[in-house]
Every structure is written in structure tokens, then in C-alpha cells.
């Protein structure tokens, strides 16, 4: 599996936008590129996945590099509750999709 | 929409037994996938189980067994317990028939190996 590289940790403020990076610089083409974070007390979830363009959902968007060597985790305005780990992951999307996580960078958000 | 269940919630065992582990997937789910999560990593992928069979396996020994029922609903058992598997343990289901296959994770049992 293509391995991620990301920092270990990141401070934001709330209300402001966070930027959260990850290094793929061996992805391979059919690789997506999956978000997923976890809450302290809980499991993963999913965050967003993309290819190769610009994706947007109601909780983040996915900034990916032309070269789809690194992307970026963009959180618009971060609360409290987005305080978790946060896991980029590359992999398929089949039915026999798995997930393998690194450690994660871990987002603290300060009031 | 109850998601994805787990059972138990803790567990206390002590080195040398057996413990098995319960996962219920989440509604038109019939993928079920397993982790073991040491306390500060991320999650380590243990098998899939899809149409009653294990599907891949990651990097984990044959102590480590599972069963998928014709409800979807999954075991993961754990023979000869060793204080290493001290661990969360994640159930992660997900749902054929679609392109993307997002996982939706349980809370997770939380083993502990005395």
C-alpha cells in the first residue's frame, strides 16, 4: 500500500479555517485519496474522499495537487467537536476496499 | 438507523484465554471489516468478511479468527491471549453495490489483557 506522510499535530483556533496536509508522493493512479477522523471515545469516521479534482461535502473540503503528490484537508470554520484525529488514507474504492491508517495528525481547536 | 453496534463495551481477560468479540453492521450493510487499535496508532486492518467468508487478511496471526452469520452480523475471536492484544478492536461495515464503499465504524470494545 502507498504510504501517507503527515504532521504530527496542529492547533487552530474556532471559527477560524484549518489546513491539514498529507504528503502521497508514491500514489499510484488508481489511488483515492480518503479522509476519515476520530473523535476521542469513538471510532473513525468518514470524513471525504477524492481522485483527482477539488471536492467539497457539508462537513470539509479536498484540495488535491495537480501531480496528486500531496493534498490538503480543509476545514472552512472549526468548532470545538472538530478536536480528533484525522487520517489520510490512500486506497481503492471496491467492494473489498480496506483501510490502512497511519497515526494520523491530531487537530486541538482552541476557544 | 441503530449503525454499527459492538459488543461488549470493555473487556478484562487474562493472558492465555479466549475472548470473542460481537459486531452488528449497520442496516444494508453486508461487508464486515475488523481493527485493532493500540492505544496512540491508528487503527490496523485484521480481515473482511463478506458472504459468510474471509475476504483479505492483514498481518495478523491465526490466533485471530472470525465468522461472519447469514444476518451479516460478525465474531472475531482471539486464541491464547497475549498482553499485546490489549487493544481497541473496531468492527467497520460497509455495503456492496455501490462504487464507493464508505466504512461506517462502531464504537469499538476495548480488550484489556492482565
Same mark, same amino acid.
Given at each position: 500500500d502507498a504510504k501517507t506522510t503527515q504532521p504530527n499535530s496542529m492547533e487552530s483556533n474556532e471559527e477560524e479555517p484549518v489546513h491539514l496536509p498529507c504528503n502521497h508522493s508514491t500514489i499510484s493512479g488508481t489511488d483515492y485519496i480518503h479522509w476519515y477522523r476520530q473523535l476521542p471515545s469513538q471510532g473513525p469516521e468518514y470524513v471525504i474522499h477524492g481522485l483527482t479534482s477539488n471536492v467539497n461535502n457539508r462537513m470539509a473540503s479536498l484540495a488535491i495537487a495537480e501531480d496528486r503528490k500531496s $493534498?490538503?484537508?480543509?476545514?472552512?470554520?472549526?468548532?470545538?467537536?472538530?478536536?480528533?484525529?484525522?487520517?489520510?488514507?490512500?486506497?481503492?474504492?471496491?467492494?473489498? $476496499?480496506?483501510?490502512?491508517?497511519?497515526?494520523?495528525?491530531?487537530? $486541538?481547536?482552541?476557544? | 438507523d441503530a449503525g454499527v453496534t459492538q459488543s461488549p463495551t470493555h473487556l478484562i481477560k487474562t493472558r492465555g484465554q479466549q475472548v470473542t468479540l460481537r459486531c452488528s453492521p449497520k442496516s444494508g450493510h453486508d461487508t464486515v471489516s475488523w481493527y485493532q487499535q493500540a492505544l496512540g496508532q491508528g487503527p490496523q486492518f485484521i480481515f473482511q468478511y463478506y458472504e459468510e467468508e474471509e475476504r483479505q487478511r492483514g498481518n495478523f496471526p491465526d490466533r485471530f479468527s472470525g465468522h461472519q452469520f447469514p444476518n451479516y452480523s460478525s465474531e472475531l475471536n482471539v486464541n491464547a491471549l497475549l498482553l499485546g492484544d490489549s487493544a481497541l478492536y473496531l468492527?467497520?461495515?460497509?455495503?456492496?453495490?455501490?462504487?464507493?464503499?464508505?466504512?461506517?465504524f462502531g464504537p469499538g470494545t476495548r480488550l484489556t489483557v492482565l
Open positions: $493534498s490538503t484537508l480543509i476545514l472552512h470554520r472549526a468548532t470545538l467537536r472538530d478536536a480528533a484525529v484525522y487520517y489520510c488514507i490512500l486506497g481503492t474504492t471496491g467492494a473489498n $476496499s480496506k483501510l490502512t491508517f497511519g497515526k494520523g495528525i491530531t487537530l $486541538s481547536v482552541r476557544p | 468492527c467497520a461495515s460497509s455495503g456492496a453495490g455501490k462504487w464507493y464503499n464508505e466504512q461506517f
